[in-house]
């Protein structure tokens, strides 16, 4: 850029304001360095194999394949909430209670990891990744009480 006096605009308010410079005088740019996407406060945490966003990804996957591949809220709603007790063969008490155990475990590590997450984040972890991690967190824990009470409800098969 040149500083000779035929770049300036005389009429600017601002001395020494270049011409095509349009920030009005008390602007730090913030906005428009937002727009272009360049980092305003403290840089990121360096990532890696322990980033908390690796353990905030983790849970996050591991969660929505206990909610995508299980039938917990309908076993739920099924020997839980209507309180029926079909007769069932013992082999079928044994699969339904294996399902209910593998969405609980599930469900559990899923917490465990988005905890880590949490724990391992601070002040420079990005934003999505405590979101994320929060949200599994409290959803998770949910997902793991009705696996309790599901596994509590089951008929013991004949």
């Known amino acids: 850029m040149s500083t000779s006096p035929e770049d300036t605009n005389p009429t600017d308010e601002t001395p020494g304001a270049a011409a095509g410079d349009t920030r009005a005088a008390g602007d730090t740019g913030a906005g428009s360095a937002f727009l272009e996407g360049t980092p305003v406060g403290p840089p990121p945490a360096p990532g890696g194999l322990f980033a908390a966003e ?25 020997f839980f909430l209507s309180g029926a007790a079909p007769s069932h063969s013992a082999q079928q008490a044994a699969v339904l209670s294996a399902e209910v155990a593998v969405a609980g475990g599930l469900s559990a590590l899923s917490v465990l990891a988005a905890a880590v997450a949490l724990f391992r984040g601070g002040a420079a972890t990005r934003a999505w990744s405590r979101w994320c991690a929060a949200a599994t967190v409290v959803v998770g824990s949910l997902m793991l009480i009705v696996s309790v009470l599901t596994f509590a409800g089951l008929p013991s098969g004949s």
């Open 54 to 78: 690796t353990f905030s990804v983790i849970g996050l996957l591991l969660f929505a394949l206990t909610t995508v591949h299980t039938r917990l809220f309908e076993l739920f709603s099924w």
